[in-house]
């Protein structure tokens, strides 16, 4: 796959466990691609700006975290949702980092950290933080709640964009659901308006057969894949 949005560069400074917190034995998603597909979802999107961007399985946050610190500019609301408790108390440290309190409030604890123990790693980590804190232009306003996927999730609002990246079953797993990824879309089309854009990541064997969408993109990418949806009219 050719990248169009995201450029090429190092993006170290989110390494998993540097600044933002990791979800131990959960591979994060690599960064240039989750921007990537950000990217093309705001393409197809009519809106370029004040985007409302919602993750119903969000783990971590760690995409949601990555994605608000690289869009300043289009990104207003973060809604994260996830069927598992403790992922959402790392998904809600993660998010807060996207203020300048929160992230300040990061800078404090890896100085600590490094006057106690005086590690290389954590030193490189507040020069990272700083670097965050620098990219902050604007508070993104944030929402985490626990929801399952494949039954109604009440939102206030219609999502402009939903990117997913849903459990491959190897080291997560679906819980709470058939796990078919056709029924999680069924599911999110009752918070979707015709404008929203999903972006769905799997493994190559999942299979999505929808008639309440239409596909707008399908790419390989190593071992996965996203397509890219939107309402049917
Ligand atoms: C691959 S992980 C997502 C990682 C996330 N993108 C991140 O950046 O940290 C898939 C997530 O789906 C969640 N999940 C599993 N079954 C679910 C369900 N029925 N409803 C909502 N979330 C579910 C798991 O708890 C897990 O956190």
């Not at 197809?44 to 119903?56: A, M, P, Q, V």
């Not at 079953?169 to 929203?196: A, F, M, R």
Request: proline share 2%.
């Amino acid at each position: 796959m050719e990248y169009k949005y995201a450029m090429n560069c190092n993006y170290e400074d989110f390494a998993s466990g540097r600044v933002l917190y990791n979800v131990s034995g959960v591979p994060n998603f690599p960064v240039r691609l989750i921007n990537e597909i950000y990217g093309r979802c705001l393409g197809y999107s009519g809106k370029k700006e004040e985007i409302c961007l919602y993750d119903c399985c969000c783990g971590g946050g760690y995409s949601l975290t990555v994605l608000g610190f690289l869009n300043q500019g289009s990104i207003a609301r973060i809604i994260a949702s996830d069927i598992d408790f403790m992922m959402l108390e790392i998904a809600k440290r993660n998010l807060s980092l996207l203020s300048e309190e929160g992230i300040k409030r990061r800078i404090s604890e890896l100085e600590s950290l490094y006057k106690q123990y005086n590690k290389e790693s954590h030193n490189e980590a507040i020069k990272s933080a700083k670097k965050l804190l620098n990219m902050i232009q604007k508070e993104i306003e944030v929402q985490v709640f626990q929801a399952n996927a494949f039954e109604s999730i009440e939102l206030d609002v219609k999502p402009d964009i939903i990117i997913t990246d849903v459990p491959y079953g190897n080291l997560v797993d679906w819980q709470g659901g058939t796990g078919d990824v056709s029924c999680l879309l069924e599911s999110l089309k009752n918070i979707c308006s015709k404008e929203t854009v999903i972006a769905v990541s799997m493994n190559k064997v999942q299979k999505i057969n929808t008639k309440s969408f239409i596909r707008l993109e399908k790419q390989n990418v190593g071992k996965r894949k996203f397509e890219i949806y939107k309402l049917a009219e």
